[in-house]
């Protein structure tokens, strides 16, 4: 199964899957793409058995910053149905990491560099 997604490099090795967030301009700030994206992912992932384990790491100088200062700041011109659905979506990528039927291994860092 090959997964392709916008905003993740996706690497297998063998029953290991390497998971790379993959917007370093923004210091892999979450937005919608992202949490659909890591959503998706997850959810493919945990259908496929030969996965024994994934390693979710960032690209670049950081894991993630958390949320992406422009899509929250668009989130003002939101309905409040709208702002409801975003954060059903993000509780959803929560889920699909959490419930996954695999360890998942956060590798977050950051740069020494200040």
Known sequence: MELNFETLDIQRHR???DVRLSRPD???AFDAQMIQDLTGA???LATDASVRAVVLSGEGK???AGADVEWMRASIELTEEQNRADAAEMARMFRSISDAPFPVIDRAHRSEEH
């Open 26 to 28: 923004v210091r892999n």
């Open 62 to 64: 950081v894991f993630s």
């Open 15 to 17: 029953g290991r899957v």
């Open 42 to 44: 997850f959810e493919s």
